[in-house]
Nanobody, 114 residues
């Protein structure tokens, strides 16, 4: 059974940093990524990394966020720097199998506020 467990969210001031982690178990994934959903908005892609190392970022986070993956630990990370109030959202970890199945974590709240 696949499980994705996120951690690392919290409250941070504008300009601050946070690091999210997503520990995965139960399968080998072709891609893993981070999505976010702000109140009254649709869930959107933040960043994704494939098993081969190809990375895609949303334009809004380029240069500020870094996604990385430790395949040996099956853990996904998102380093978030220069955070802005607009980054406030629930952040979800996503994993995609080679057969196309997808799983989601429970979400972790990130709040950027002074």
């Amino acid at each position: 059974q696949v499980q994705l467990v996120e951690s690392g969210g919290g409250l941070v001031q504008p300009g601050g940093s946070l690091r999210l982690s997503c520990a995965a178990s139960g399968s080998i994934f072709s891609a893993m990524g981070w999505y976010r959903q702000a109140p009254e908005k649709q869930r959107e892609l933040v960043a994704v990394v494939t098993r081969t190392g190809r990375i895609t970022y949303a334009d809004s986070v380029k240069g500020r966020f870094t996604i990385s993956r430790d395949i040996t630990k099956n853990t996904l990370y998102l380093q978030m720097n220069s955070l802005e109030p607009e980054d406030t959202a629930v952040y979800y970890c996503n994993a995609l199998s080679v057969t196309g199945s997808a799983w989601w974590g429970q979400g972790t709240q990130v709040t950027v506020s002074s």
